[in-house]
């Protein structure tokens, strides 16, 4: 065998699975964002509770998604991600519940420390531009 068709033969060998890794990626036909931030909550890094994307009517192809927030700070990957569009934030922590003195008894939840203008009765939106990094930060005070 040629030295040419030898080097042609070990360069094909290294570029047809190259080739085939590159096209073998799964394409997500809503174009996901992967979503990053951090929360704080009265000057300091909320220390736990749950951060919620609602799609608004008029966004398309969105999809709901969430993460926890611990020491702060969330992120949802791509695979979990949100699509363009705008969404209405929602925050919540309502900390651990409190176990009751009675046996048997169920566990009293704790009140929700976020206020209903973060969670319930938000009016903070975000939109996601396709392509474009994702990070989000909210100051709760």
Do not use: W
């Amino acid at each position: 065998m040629g030295v040419t068709r030898l080097l042609l033969l070990r360069l094909g060998l290294l570029l047809v699975p190259a080739l085939l890794l590159l096209g073998c990626g799964a394409k997500d036909p809503l174009g996901r964002q992967a979503v990053e931030g951090k929360v704080t909550f009265q000057g300091a890094p909320l220390d736990e509770g749950m951060i919620q994307f609602m799609p608004r009517a008029h966004s398309g192809n969105a999809l709901a998604s969430g993460a926890p927030i611990a020491k702060g700070v969330y992120a949802i990957p791509r695979n979990r991600g949100l699509p363009p569009g705008e969404y209405q934030v929602m925050i919540f922590s309502a900390g651990a519940a409190t176990a009751n003195e009675q046996p048997g008894a169920l566990a009293t939840p704790k009140e929700e420390r976020i206020p209903p203008e973060f969670n319930s009765n938000s009016k903070t939106t975000i939109t996601i531009v396709a392509g474009d990094a994702e990070a989000f930060d909210f100051d709760i005070p």
